[in-house]
DNA sequence: CTCCGATGTATCGAATCGATATAACTATAT
DNA sequence: ATATAGTTATATCGATTCGATACATCGGAG
């Protein structure tokens, strides 16, 4: 996933590692380590995804070839997990997927999400019914994640409604 | 991370590896693999912590011994980074913390929050008025963060809240 | 009776993390 | 002028964690 981030980024515009890591963790959900982002850099540049260029300085900054812009285009379409992090990263290159294909994105996220709620309903009131006692700390997380999930899925839905009338209005 | 885990659910009652996953992916919020778990578990009892008693069939029941206990002490009262899961692992044993020591890591976690918070609130608005005209998804992103991390700040002054009420009342 | 999903332990390679090293540049304070 | 400290920048190391897989047993459904 990471090297779909990096593919993404880069197809905006050339950056070099340093930059990559602001520019992801900018994204809010992943402050990625060196420890995994040079590592993939050169990963990806033996692949021949990226190449670099000798930026200002000490920089190195690297560009997206064109087998990059394929692969990344292969990876927008891959169906994804249900994982919070791979979620929000497609979501942040959504724009890339043909739009006539977004609201399946969306849509199957929300399916997730709903799974994920009826889960966490089903622990939260088996908890506080059933035979165990689980102490207050364990409540509040289960209550946690009932309420985060439906949040969630109501951000989801105004998303989800703002695409509707985006395909409407075009 | 997952030594504490371990140890923290072991204290409760022995538990063999396949029951201890169980036991964590029901805490909601980290699903460990085994790949985790086994190699933990053999580090834990190499270091003298677990030990294991052979239970019914090919189960292996583990418990946990004096210095494990006491371990697991040391490593409640460790300052905890900002990381969610490491904060939401701590709450599911904060009944082990002294009852007078409990508010305080609740109000530190508070802290961390509202400064993800502002943190949060500053890109939104930045990417709203600034030069750069980041795509509806990316605002989505940013909106959402903002969003959750607020509803996270007011499940949270709930739970202190309570505890307050607690310590007044005892 | 056989197939299938859940239980259970285990390992492998790869991805990722967290800490650390190094070094240059920049601003601030003394 | 010159320490001091923080940011920029690339890089590597060991340890942790993940995801997939292997293998075997057990219970229930068809």
């Known amino acids: 996933m990471l090297d779909f981030a990096i593919l993404g980024l880069l197809r905006e515009q050339p950056r070099h590692g340093y930059e990559l ?3 992801l963790g900018d994204l809010g959900f992943w402050q990625v380590s060196f420890g995994s982002l040079y590592p993939a850099l050169r990963r990806l540049e033996k692949q021949g995804f990226i190449e670099a260029a000798k930026g200002e300085g000490r920089r190195k900054a690297y560009r997206v070839t064109e087998p990059g ?3 990344f285009g292969e990876m927008l379409l891959e169906s994804g997990d249900d994982s919070d992090r791979d979620f929000q990263l497609r979501l942040a290159f959504l724009g890339y997927v043909a739009p006539q294909s ?3 994105v969306l849509e199957d996220r929300r399916t997730a999400l709903q799974d994920r709620l009826h889960g966490a ?3 939260f009131r088996g908890a506080r019914s059933g035979a ?3 102490d207050r700390y ?4 289960m209550e946690r994640r009932v309420r985060s999930t439906e949040a969630d899925i109501a ?3 105004e998303l989800i409604a703002g695409e509707r009338s985006a395909a409407a209005g075009a």
């Open 21 to 23: 890591k602001r520019a």
């Open 69 to 71: 812009r394929i692969r």
């Open 102 to 104: 977004r609201l399946g």
């Open 121 to 123: 309903r089903r622990s």
């Open 132 to 134: 165990r006692n689980p």
């Open 138 to 141: 364990r409540m509040a997380l």
């Open 155 to 157: 951000w989801l839905d």
